[in-house]
């Protein structure tokens, strides 16, 4: 039977970052998280234990609030990751912010411990530059929103100790989810493809073709997407898509440019649900 470990840290406690923390509690994990700063971290405990009351209302665990409150522990000091099995850094996707954060955090990790890194883009070798050992170090991919994802991409470096691969897999099932194992490569599998879509999504608005709302009918009605590509962008945020395709771009070529459309939006601050505008218009602006 998969288990997870025993106690497991989070680096980051925004929308990916308590969903992981959320996942991991809800499977039988002690959870820390750890953020910025206070402000960050009060913010981070109500999101976690938002989503923690959402999942026992709707079924999907049988613990009480009671149970998994005590498990959660959210902070500013990175020791909490002295005594976790595994480690997971969920800062922004940028390469110098996810370097920093990547060495502080194995500065304090036990040996033994996996260190891994959320990033849906960004090479796990280019990560692994800075680490003293690579070779306990992954990319476990989560998709957003990680509640309702049933899908982790693992991506292994060329470092990568092959032992550890069916460990992380078996972490992953054990979160009723499952595990598409993949080669370290701009993008990995999920995010080449998935930006592919949402960017021709963008050029198609951009040149009139259709409505958001209408592009993104064709592929949940027509394709069974379970949400369409703008929605979608909106989801991640416009800042975190742009990041990815000139990232891409960089890597792959012009295919991956993003539209002169995504730019303005970006720029104007319209950066989908997080604040309140992208394609959409959203109410529950976080």
């Not at 997971?88 to 955090?105: C, F, G, I, N, R």
Request: proline letters at 6%; charged letters at 20%.
């Amino acid at each position: 039977m998969s288990t997870v470990p025993d106690r497991v840290g989070v680096l980051g406690g925004g929308r990916m970052g308590a969903g992981i923390a959320h996942a991991f509690l809800l499977a039988g994990a002690e959870a820390a998280v750890v953020e910025r700063d206070l402000p960050s971290a009060d913010a981070a405990r109500a999101r976690i234990l938002r989503a923690v009351e959402a999942s026992i209302e709707r079924g999907t665990t049988t613990l009480s609030l009671e149970t998994l409150a005590p498990r959660l522990r959210v902070g500013v000091e990175l020791d909490v990751f002295a005594h976790v099995g595994l480690a997971v850094e969920a800062v922004p996707e940028d390469l110098v912010t996810k370097h920093d954060a990547l060495s502080a955090v194995e500065a304090v990790l036990p040996a033994g411990a996996c260190l891994a890194s959320n990033t849906s883009s960004l090479s796990i070798d280019d990560l692994a530059v800075v680490l003293a050992r690579p070779e306990r170090f992954l990319g476990l991919h989560f998709f957003n929103p990680v509640p309702a994802s049933l899908l982790v991409e693992v991506v292994t470096g060329s470092a990568t100790d092959p032992t550890l691969v069916p460990q992380a897999q078996d972490w992953v099932r054990a979160l009723g989810k499952t595990p598409v194992t993949v080669a370290d490569a701009p993008g990995f599998a999920s995010s080449r493809l998935g930006v592919t879509l949402g960017l021709e999504a963008i050029r198609m608005l951009e040149d009139g073709v259709a409505s958001a709302e209408d592009i993104d009918a064709a592929m949940v009605l027509g394709y069974k997407h379970p949400m369409g590509p703008l929605r979608l962008t909106d989801l991640v945020g416009l800042d975190v898509r742009l990041g990815v395709a000139e990232y891409l771009t960089e890597r792959l070529g012009p295919r991956f440019e993003p539209p002169e459309l995504l730019r303005r939006l970006v720029a104007e601050g319209k950066l989908g649900r997080k604040t309140g505008q992208g394609f959409y218009t959203w109410d529950d602006a976080r």
